[in-house]
């Protein structure tokens, strides 16, 4: 870590200096599965954490698990821009949180969950519908003048079929935000 | 029984005897609770001389602090006190009312969010949703307060539920299955540390406030006593190795001494206990220690290797460790003549570059004589506090500490204001040892309000205020770094303590020669009550030596 804007240093300091100022990154995309005690607060703790030190969460997820008593957080971001590392044992600190992985991608199965608003007037429906069969998606609602389409899949899935869509005019597009499990026997 | 009155049974079942605060409408039935609740109360001024108070009793007693306030802005202005406990590690229960549950939400009267407003200042905090969740909540935030790394913790009681009839049964166990620290420390681990502390020929010990905490002093001196090892501390650590000492270096970091500084640059292995390479200590963190591998014993993993790569981590706590150390490395015999070497060197530094400045030629107070004059009244015995500036580098290194929890500082929040309301909790806290407050002129007009506290209350701290008219470190850096451009850092001289002090009760004493000062720093001292010594010190006198910020050690300048 550089020691920029230290009070100390009069100098002016640049643009490209305050950026080069970080610490170590990843550089990979990760997938933190956090399990936390379900009690008010607790989410603002731990989304709290990163925002304090800069990062930019790409997905969060939260929800119940087979144990009424806690929920599990997944959080997405992308290491290349932040540093993983002290943040995952800042959050192991808080006392609602049990567990915090970082889970390997290929020993993991994510999954996410997509609504897409098409524009769909006469014969744009027909390719629509053949695009989303490619995808396995299930279309939802029809009207006169759009489709809306469910889907279910990994992050890459739901961006190619987005790239298909788009020309038909996407009015409207939501994710749930990825929520992962490892694979095999162990628990998450 | 009244929820608040199951308050009062809580608090004594965790043994506090004290507790510190201000009244005010959300908080009423809590002090009506404590009016014959058994529990002594000190009516501060502010309830930010409140929160210090109660970290300068933790402090001195190693016992967790306690302080009260109300909602809303009596809650906010515990605010920097919460984040100073936090910074430092140190234990302190922090209760606060709150508006009445109906009313939470819709800016009620003296409504203030403190539960959210605190998250990232808090070890933990507990927003009370049912009345009989009081006792459990009060139980949880004792004992994660005081265990694993110290910290603050807020309990935040809506006042209707303070009033609630509820029935009290003493909670004895915990339910915090995501809260287990570690505190043992890996046999394996330290091991290795043992072998690799026998095999260097350069080691230094690097010690901090974690050695305090965990009561741990003795262990440490043993262990540096066993093959002679160099230790020394940071400004947090300051009496966990007895001072003076042949094995003592001295504090290290940016106003530390040469030899400690040089030592870390030029070591082969550092063995740091219970500190956290703050960028204090270490200036420029690519320059720093360059030679050295690094041995990080401490409780808190979040700390081992944030800064600094750790070759051998062992996370615990530093009295198990210590002890296990000790047996571990006895069991080496090493030959402690390979230090002998190194042992030459740090001499070297020692002779060559003793903490010095240039005495005044007239009668004029130097402030760091003013420190060396307490360090000979007191013979190291008191219990010294300090606010954050200049005044508090002189304190850390003019005064030599014998012994850990007499050095009171607020080390990583820097708060000015710390000194004062931290020495009447260390005094409440210790009666009848002696407690000085080191403090500047801007300091302690931050809580200077609480020397009425010290009056009604009969606490006997002595206030010694290095007056230069100045906000001096502000000045001093901008001397160094920025062309002696002073702005806003002259303070004139308002007001004039010594009327301050009468005015609030307490005894008001003004110092300007040298030539009597020891003598006058006794009568001061000897002098019964709260007194405010008022020592005029040279303006312009800079703290040094210093690493420039963004600096490597070597590099010392001063």
């Known amino acids: ?188 | 029984m009244r929820a608040v009155d199951a308050v009062m049974e809580c608090l004594k079942a965790e043994g506090v005897d004290v507790v510190f605060g201000l009244p005010g409408g959300a908080n009423i039935p809590t002090y009506d609770a404590l009016y014959d609740g058994g529990i002594r109360h000190i009516l501060v001024r502010h309830e930010a001389g409140g929160g210090h108070a109660a970290e300068g009793y933790a402090k001195a007693t190693g016992k967790v602090g306690v302080a009260l306030a109300t909602s809303g802005p009596g809650a906010t202005n515990l605010i920097t006190p919460i984040m100073d406990a936090m910074m430092d590690s140190v234990p302190v229960v922090f209760i606060t009312g709150q508006v009445r549950t109906e009313l939470l939400g819709t800016d009620g009267f003296q409504e203030a969010d403190i539960f959210g407003m605190t998250m990232p200042a808090v070890k933990h905090s507990f927003m009370v949703q049912h009345p009989l969740e009081i006792p459990r909540a009060l139980r949880e935030a004792f004992h994660i307060a005081r265990s694993g790394r110290p910290g603050p913790v807020i309990v935040d009681i809506p006042t209707d539920y303070s009033r609630a009839d509820i029935p009290y049964e003493p909670v004895t166990d915990l339910h915090l299955p995501g809260y287990q620290p570690t505190t043992e420390g890996n046999t394996k681990q330290v091991r290795q540390a043992a072998k690799a502390l026998a095999a260097a020929r350069r080691p230094v010990i690097y010690a901090g406030g974690g050695v305090v905490n965990a009561d741990a002093a003795e262990e440490l001196a043993e262990f540096a006593r066993i093959d002679r090892f160099p230790v020394t501390c940071t400004l947090m650590g300051l009496g966990a190795y007895p001072a003076p000492d042949p094995q003592w270096l001295g504090m290290l970091g940016m106003h530390g001494t040469r030899a400690a500084n040089y030592a870390m640059d030029e070591a082969d292995l550092i063995c740091c206990v219970g500190a956290r390479f703050d960028d204090r200590i270490t200036g420029k963190l690519s320059e720093f220690a360059p030679r050295a591998k690094f041995i990080h014993i401490d409780v808190d993993p979040a700390e081992i290797s944030k800064n600094i790569p750790a070759h051998i981590p062992i996370v615990g706590d530093a009295k198990n460790i210590l002890g296990k150390l000790i047996r571990e490395y006895r069991a080496l015999d090493a030959d402690p003549a390979r230090l002998e070497e190194w042992w030459q060197r740090i001499e070297a530094w020692r002779a060559k570059h003793p903490l010095r400045y240039d005495d005044s030629e007239g009668t004029e107070i130097k402030p760091q004589r003013l420190v060396q004059a307490l360090n000979e009244v007191t013979g190291g015995e008191a219990i010294v506090t300090s606010d954050v500036g200049q005044h508090q580098m002189w304190a850390a290194q003019y005064y030599d500490f014998p012994k850990p929890r007499r050095w009171i500082n607020s080390g990583g929040l820097g708060t000015m204001g710390f000194g004062l309301p931290a020495a009447i909790g260390a005094a409440v806290g210790c009666p009848g040892q002696t407690v000085v407050c080191i403090t500047g002129d801007g300091s302690i007009q931050m809580n200077a309000q609480e020397l009425a506290t010290c009056a009604q209350e009969n606490i006997p701290v002595k206030v010694f205020i290095a007056n230069n008219g100045y906000l001096g470190m502000v000045r001093q850096w901008q001397e160094l770094f920025w062309d002696k451009r002073y702005s806003a850092v002259d303070m004139g001289h308002h007001p004039d303590f010594v009327k301050l002090a009468e005015a609030y009760g307490c005894t008001g004493v003004r110092l300007t020669d040298k030539t009597t000062l020891v003598d006058d720093v006794r009568a001061a001292i000897e002098t019964p009550g709260p007194v405010v010594v008022d020592v005029a010190v040279t303006r312009e006198e800079n703290t040094y030596p210093m690493i420039s910020p963004g600096g490597a050690a070597r590099d010392m300048v001063g």
Do not use: W, Y
């Open chain 1, 1 to 188: 870590m550089s020691v920029v804007g230290e009070p100390g240093t009069k100098e002016l300091l640049s643009l490209e200096e305050l950026e080069a100022a970080g610490s170590v990154r990843t550089g990979r995309k990760h997938i933190l599965s956090i399990l936390v005690e379900n009690k008010p607060g607790v989410l603002t703790r731990v989304a709290g954490l990163f925002a304090r030190r800069g990062f930019n969460i790409d997905t969060l997820s939260v929800g119940p698990t087979d144990d009424p008593e806690l929920s599990r957080i997944t959080i997405t971001l992308d290491g290349a821009a932040h540093p993983i590392d002290q943040v995952t044992k800042q959050t192991h600190k808080l006392v609602n949180v049990l567990k915090i992985r970082d889970l390997e991608p290929g020993e993991t199965v994510a999954r996410e969950l997509a609504l897409f608003k098409v524009a769909a007037d006469g014969a744009a429906r027909t390719e629509i519908m053949q695009i989303c069969e490619i995808f396995r998606g299930k279309v939802v609602d029809v009207s006169k003048r759009a489709v809306i389409i469910e889907i279910t899949g990994t992050k890459d899935k739901l961006e190619a079929f987005e790239r298909m869509v788009r020309p038909f005019g996407l009015i409207e597009m939501m994710r749930t935000g990825e929520i992962a499990i490892s694979r095999g026997r162990g628990e998450t």
